[in-house]
């Protein structure tokens, strides 16, 4: 499919983007293994998230439904969890698989996990390992380094687990083993990364503590249902964050956006580099901060970004490149190695892309440099199938002189379905 862009002038109104997706991968979770009846409004319907609910139908039965917007979970708890009969699909979604391979390694029967093209190269050692410190049971190719993984569930210990990345996907592997493992586990991580899943399974009454970088989980409660609305997905909305502060006269309001400080650090770096984001209506729901963003366009300036921010922002590292293009001097990001690891290697497909559209962008091994300033042209460009790539480029081609045309832009379904709609709106004002 392809996306056609061309600069139309400012971008005007009010747009909500959809659920965001890693609370809503979470809520399947949860869902699946509480007793009772869970609701789950403002879920997000997009391809990834749907992987997670089919591979969890395999092992727990029918126990989802859609109410219109709602996906209602009637959970029966674990005793009803069942051996799947066939591998689980788990698509193009490293969540699906990072976050469910923790959870069957406890399950008492054998399963086998596996994905597209794109998930089969990604690491799974990185989540294989701790959990085999638990005592689980992984085997895959190249020794479980790579998917398809097949997991022997068994009795798991508790341990002392020490990431070396710092990776949501694989710390939550690790919760999720650990609330059925014998005896309490504790997980340290280098930098703060998502705490999504803390939030939600405390929520519904799990014991998990956390000091700092540590987060000990005690095994053996009963997870209740819960009742939440999943709030806008930062990740989606930066897309416009990003618009509307590059395109001259812009003046958009994102409404009910999650804006949870392991996944702000987008808003905080825009602002560094002079963009008009004003928060409003700040609030908490189901113990996530949700808040309205209203974002005017502005003159950006380069800026460096490294360190510790970087898992607060990773997934809007591409669209940050877009930004920096549009800003006077240089941008540097560096510390951002994680990004070759995902849908694509980001840090190559971005300067590989934009360089067609004549940026001046140069690839390092962790990160990029980027020459603002420089006026951009419309080109045929590629999504090399990642969602957040064809967003990205679409965004620089609000920016360019004439069309840019995304190839491949069908995986945007991934995580914003609705997002060609949604920029057309704002375009039309
Ligand atoms: C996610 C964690 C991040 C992020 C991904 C979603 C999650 O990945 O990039 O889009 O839902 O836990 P890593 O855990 O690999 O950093």
């Known amino acids: 499919m392809l996306l056609k862009v061309s600069p139309r002038g400012p971008l005007q109104g009010e747009i909500r983007v959809p659920g965001d997706k890693s609370i809503s991968h979470r809520a399947v979770i949860a869902g699946a293994l509480a007793c009772g009846e869970t609701v789950v409004e403002n879920f997000l319907k997009g391809r990834d998230c749907l992987s997670t609910i089919a591979c969890l139908r395999q092992v727990a039965g029918d126990i989802f439904r ?195 400080p392991t996944r702000d650090g987008i808003v905080r770096v825009l602002r560094q580099m002079g963009a008009d984001i004003a928060v409003k209506n700040l609030r908490e729901e189901a113990g996530e901060p949700v808040g309205d963003l209203e974002v005017r366009a502005a003159s950006l300036r380069g800026t460096e970004v490294r360190g510790e921010i970087i898992p607060t922002l990773i997934d809007e590292i591409p669209v940050l490149a877009v930004a920096a293009l549009a800003a006077q001097g240089e941008t540097v990001v560096r510390d951002a190695e994680e990004l070759r690891v995902k849908e694509s290697d980001r840090i190559s497909m971005m300067v590989r892309e934009l360089s067609k559209m004549g940026a001046a962008i140069e690839e390092l091994p962790d990160g990029f440099v980027v020459k603002g300033g420089k006026p951009l042209k419309g080109a045929e460009v590629e999504s090399h199938g990642d969602h957040r790539i064809a967003m990205a480029l679409a965004v620089a081609g609000l920016i360019a002189e004439r069309e840019t045309v995304v190839h491949g832009a069908e995986w945007i379904d991934i995580s914003y379905p609705g997002f060609a709609q949604d920029l057309q709106r704002l375009q039309e004002g």
């Open 66 to 260: 859609f109410d219109g917007p709602q996906l209602i979970i009637n959970g029966r708890g674990r005793e009803g969890w069942r051996e799947p009969d066939d591998v689980l699909d788990c698509g193009n979604s490293g969540t699906t698989i990072r976050l469910l391979t923790g959870l069957l390694v406890a399950q008492p029967f054998f399963s086998v996990l596996t994905g597209d093209a794109s998930l089969r190269r990604r690491p799974m050692g990185r989540v294989a390992a701790p959990l085999r410190q638990m005592g689980a049971q992984i085997d895959g190719r190249e020794e479980g380094r790579f998917a398809p993984l097949a997991i022997r569930g068994s009795k798991l210990h508790g341990a002392e687990i020490l990431l070396p990345v710092a990776s949501a996907q694989v710390k939550s592997a690790c919760i999720l083993a650990a609330l059925f493992a014998e005896g309490v586990t504790a997980i340290e991580e280098p930098a703060p990364s998502r705490d999504h899943t803390e939030r939600m399974l405390a929520a519904a009454g799990a014991r998990i503590e956390k000091e700092g970088r540590r987060i000990t989980v005690y095994p053996g409660k009963e997870l209740k249902p819960l009742h939440l609305r999943v709030p806008g997905d930062i990740s989606s909305a930066a897309f416009f964050l990003v618009a509307a502060s590059i395109v001259p006269g812009s003046h958009v309001v994102i409404k009910d956006v999650g804006l949870n």
